[in-house]
């Protein structure tokens, strides 16, 4: 095993006490805000670790668990940081704040939404105006929800989404998949109707920690788009913006605008990313998610269909729950060590490279 692999966890409750000691070993403050549910074994929560002076100008922070089940990703990287002793001789008037399980009930649960069935990186966005409509998910709603997961309906699914990028192309089919809908609750990719218990969490989290600092950072780890182990730097703002001239200066052609050809993701509506923004005004922020590719799209697609299918056919109770809780846990996480040591190595060079620039 390597010496980041070891720091990677198989259930939720592990690598939460796994943070929390490599956390109190590298002498950060923590604190813990407590889910109002359970996860199968109890207590969850978000947790945060700073290290480094309340008062500091520059904050580099790291965020894990966005989209719940990619948290074994991000977590594992947190926490080998921290067990690595990265946080040692920061720069001066500097602080790092990694934000631990940011939707702790998709971690437990091995689903990437929460529980209301919202993926989270759909919510930041303002639910007082009239929401973003995506005619293209409509028009495949029922091959991505499928009544059941049965060879032929599976099929029948896939037959329509072939359908409709020969039609529209496959750029269109993609932003149909993944930029969210706020129509169907039920439904894969759910953005809200409100700001949900992770959306307003993380804001506090951003206010107590950051509303100080001039310059912050953010990096939020992501698994499940792209090569299998490679980091793309996904930011939300255009290429003419000075958030992008920064990333690009720091990191190079890894970092890519959703507003242009390219990216691995679509440029969809109510990233996290937003809330740095909003909550931090007048400040250098450099937000942006770093996703880490694992297997196929084709069977990280299938995985939250299947994953969507059994929340809305008894979920844990369901005889099928075993072996759909694998398939989407395994296309969110190779569970190999070449895999981990990859996306720990990215993260540190990438956190490094930021903090030389402080």
């Known amino acids: 095993m390597t010496s980041a692999a070891r720091h990677f966890s198989g259930t939720y409750g592990q690598a939460r006490a796994r943070f929390l000691a490599a956390a109190s070993e590298a002498g950060a403050r923590l604190t813990h805000r407590l889910h109002p549910l359970k996860g199968p074994d109890g207590e969850i929560a978000t947790d945060v670790a700073r290290i480094g002076p309340a008062s500091a100008r520059k904050i580099l922070g790291i965020g894990s668990g966005t989209h719940g089940v990619e948290g074994f990703c991000g977590s594992g990287v947190e926490t080998a940081l921290l067990a690595s002793g990265f946080a040692k001789n920061l720069p001066a008037d500097t602080a790092l704040v990694f934000i631990h399980a940011i939707n702790p009930w998709g971690f437990a649960w091995g689903r990437r939404v929460n529980e209301d069935n ?35 309906a599976l099929a029948e699914g896939r037959a329509a989404m072939k359908a409709y990028a020969e039609a529209h192309g496959p750029a269109a ?56 182990g490679h980091g793309e730097v996904i930011c939300t703002a255009p290429e003419t913006s000075d958030v992008y001239k920064r990333m690009h200066g720091w990191w190079g052609d890894i970092v890519h605008s959703t507003r242009t050809q390219g990216s691995v993701s679509s440029d969809v509506p109510g990233s996290i990313t937003e809330a740095f923004t909003q909550e931090l005004p007048d400040r250098e922020v450099t937000p942006c998610g770093l996703e880490f590719g694992t297997i196929a799209m084709n069977a990280v697609a299938a995985a939250l269909v299947a994953d969507n299918w059994l929340h809305r056919n008894g979920g844990m109770d369901n005889p099928m729950a075993p072996a759909i809780k694998k398939q989407i846990r395994d296309a969110f996480y190779v569970d190999e060590d070449d895999w981990k040591e990859a996306v720990t190595t990215q993260t540190r060079t990438m956190a490094a490279r930021a903090l030389e620039d402080f």
Request: hydrophobic content about 35%; aromatic content about 8%; proline content about 7%.
């Open 173 to 228: 089919l993609q932003h149909a998949l993944t930029a969210g809908q706020y129509t169907y609750p039920e439904g894969v990719q759910y953005g809200g109707q409100r700001p949900v218990w992770s959306n307003a969490t993380l804001r506090d989290i951003i206010r107590g920690e950051m509303r100080a600092a001039e310059r912050i950072v953010y990096i939020d780890i992501h698994s499940g788009l792209g090569a299998r």
């Open 118 to 152: 919202v993926d989270l990186n759909r919510n930041f966005l303002d639910h007082e105006k009239p929401r973003p409509e995506n005619p293209g998910y409509d028009a495949i709603y029922d091959a991505v929800n499928p009544k059941e997961l049965s060879e032929a």
